[in-house]
């Protein structure tokens, strides 16, 4: 059953390795390249008309490679997986109306806000309701409706209020790393690292499964998530495919993810987060998401209440490019401090499971 991660993962990875650059001539032919904001770092300038849309690699590779591996090791898709992915699809479409608008239609700021939002909205409400349907037969479904960190806890919400709670996460998530898609790589790096942060919880997951309490030698450590090694091969597929995508994606960047990867990426961290009952500690393992969004909220909060602002310019990294810091440097050091933030959030996983032992 494990070699579905691994065959997700390399499958992911070949097919993005080899796609991205017959999508980068597809766009240029056509003419799809990126809009650069004049009041933007001077040195962006140069990406003007480098071709967009690029997230369309990496969401059609992910399927394809979570579908692929489930009919070469022979299991059937799991509802937890299908929904996740589902999810991406969804947030995926949203952004590509919002850069198709942008590019096609000349319209600079692409969808209007409120046509944008209800796509959202849309999905997210119709992953949250799906997510608290299909039940195994230890009643578990891929959703809670309890708040989790590392696990469930606490009291439980009602599904209302979950609903709510789903739409902020997939909402905050998917602008978080929009707004870190600002530099060559830098949200597809980021992403990586928290995809296989993903793949190691589900796996510990499934082997800590409580449907497996009889083998286990403490079961009052065991985890009751719905598809725990479905979701390690939906992120493994993901980590792979963004992988083969930052080799056309690096410095210099040959291709954009645009909305389109942005919104997608999001949406499936939130979906990954909510499915394996890790919806707080998301906020730790996507730490540079979270920082950069913190530092447009600081800035635009600042600029409203004192009109003055913190950076010299929102969001975070485009700050120290103007300090002189080369975009490379920025990217690299970013990735850094993802990083770090995966440990962090991993080891509070396993300290968590280690103090239930």
């Not at 999508?23 to 008309?49: F, T, V």
């Not at 800590?208 to 083998?215: G, K």
């Not at 730790?284 to 004192?306: D, P």
Request: aromatic letters at 10%; hydrophobic letters at 50%; one cysteine or more.
């Amino acid at each position: 059953m494990m070699n579905q991660i691994l065959f997700a993962g390399v499958i992911g990875l070949f097919l993005t390795l080899i796609g991205t650059p017959l999508l980068i001539k597809l766009l240029a032919r056509k003419g799809y390249g990126q809009y650069i904001r004049d009041d933007g770092p001077r040195e962006h300038a140069s990406k003007r008309g480098t071709p967009t849309m690029g997230g369309i690699a990496f969401i059609l590779a992910t399927v394809a490679a979570y579908f692929l591996s489930k009919v070469i090791s022979g299991e059937p898709p799991r509802y937890s997986g299908v929904l996740v992915l589902g999810l991406m699809v969804g947030m995926g479409l949203v952004g590509f109306l919002d850069d198709y608008i942008k590019i096609v239609k000349r319209r600079s700021l692409g969808l209007r806000a409120k046509a944008k939002m209800a796509g959202q909205l849309i999905v997210g409400i119709a992953f949250a309701v799906l997510s608290l349907q299909f039940a195994d037969s230890r009643g578990n479904t891929p959703a809670s409706t309890k708040l989790s960190f590392i696990t469930d806890f606490g009291w439980t919400i009602g599904p209302v209020l979950f609903v709510v709670w789903a739409l902020f996460m997939i909402l905050a998530m998917s602008n978080g790393v929009n707004l870190t898609d600002g530099l060559d790589g830098l949200a597809t790096g980021a992403s990586v690292l928290v995809f296989g942060a993903y793949t190691f919880i589900g796996v510990w997951q499934f082997q800590e499964s409580c449907a497996n309490a009889l083998e286990l030698t403490n079961p009052g450590a065991c985890y009751e998530v719905r598809d725990p090694l479905d979701l390690a091969v939906v992120s493994a597929a993901l980590m792979g495919s963004c992988l083969g995508f930052l080799w056309w994606n690096t410095s210099p960047a040959k291709i954009f993810m645009g909305d389109t990867g942005s919104l997608a990426l999001g949406g499936v961290l939130a979906g990954l987060a909510i499915c394996s009952r890790t919806e707080l500690l998301l906020a730790i393992l996507g730490g540079l998401f979270v920082l950069i969004t913190m530092s447009v909220v600081i800035q635009v909060g600042s600029f409203k209440l004192t009109g003055k602002r913190v950076f010299r310019m929102a969001p975070l990294q485009h700050h120290f490019e103007l300090k002189g810091w080369s975009e490379v440097l920025v990217v690299v050091r970013f990735w850094i401090i993802q990083g770090i933030c995966v440990i962090v959030g991993l080891g509070l996983f396993y300290a968590g499971w280690a103090a239930d032992k």
